[in-house]
């Protein structure tokens, strides 16, 4: 079960009086963890977060022009035919790319937890046979064995105990043989020009990702073993991709 850490109105007085109180709850955060409500309402949660970041070139400027080579290196890892699984949509066509990657047999699911950002992803995505737009916790994910698991910069947005269950949930979602792919923030190298920038970006607005220069992704899981674990550094180490691929 996840955490009571969100505006959940569960467990609390009658059923009379919960039934009252969820009247009140703002629509836009309803179900959404603290920190999101907290940190990042400003980039999802409201409407207008659309309207500024929704673009591709938006995307791309945010992470300094490396979209396309990020996003690419992730449909290298998928087949037509296969089940994905997308922890958390994204801004821009990525969810759109995969499916291409999947084709017309594969399967895609996105679990998605802010109410803008589902109804965002499903104008995207349409009423496709074979796609799912999950209203849910990254965290705790459907059940089910999918080829691929995806974790688009998501890591980097949730606070510690998070990650951990992130990666461990994705970790438990991949079948024999398939893959889960974190593509992240990571240490940029020391002479980095953009280093001081990003330590400036993430201490006034993302409190849960600089945490990623120093610790590794495959750290958060509570039992790595019985995955291969790979990992390659962009951009002058700004960026990561870890691929865990369950031994089959
Ligand atoms: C994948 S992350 C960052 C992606 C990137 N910055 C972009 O261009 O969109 C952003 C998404 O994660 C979602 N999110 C955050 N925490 C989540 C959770 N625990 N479960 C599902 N979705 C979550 C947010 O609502 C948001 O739509």
């Given at each position: ?5 969100s505006?959940?109105?569960v ?21 959404v ?20 970041f929704?673009?591709?070139?938006m ?14 290196s ?9 089940r ?15 499916l ?7 399967q ?8 803008v950002?589902?109804a ?18 990254a ?12 974790s ?6 949730v ?7 992130i ?11 398939g893959?889960?792919i ?17 330590a400036?970006v ?14 590794e ?9 019985g ?21 089959g």
């Open positions: 079960m996840p955490p009571d850490d505006n959940s109105l467990c609390r007085g009658t059923g009379i009086a919960i039934e009252a109180e969820a009247d009140h709850v703002d629509p836009l955060i309803k179900g963890p603290g920190y999101l409500r907290d940190v990042y309402r400003w980039a999802y949660l409201e409407p207008f977060a659309l309207t500024v929704d673009h591709q070139a995307v791309s400027a945010i992470l300094w022009g490396n979209y396309h080579r990020l996003a690419r992730v449909l290298e890892e998928l087949h037509q035919g296969q994905a699984l997308q922890l958390a949509s994204v801004y821009g066509p990525f969810s759109l790319q995969l291409e990657a999947l084709g017309p047999d594969g895609l699911d996105v679990v998605e937890i802010a109410p950002q589902i965002r992803c499903r104008r995207l995505l349409g009423d496709r046979p074979n796609v799912r737009v999950i209203q849910g916790d965290a705790y994910p459907p059940e089910g064995a999918y080829d691929a698991v995806i688009f910069f998501l890591l980097h947005e606070p510690e105990d998070y990650k951990t269950r990666v461990d949930a994705a970790l438990a979602r991949v079948a024999p043989g893959r889960v974190f593509i992240d923030y990571h240490g940029p190298a020391r002479l980095h020009p953009l280093r001081p920038i990003m400036a993430f201490a006034l607005l993302e409190p849960f990702a600089r945490i990623l220069w120093t610790r992704i495959e750290s958060y899981a509570s039992e790595s073993r995955f291969r674990w790979h990992k390659r550094t962009f951009f002058g180490g700004l960026y990561q991709k870890v691929v865990a691929e369950r031994i």
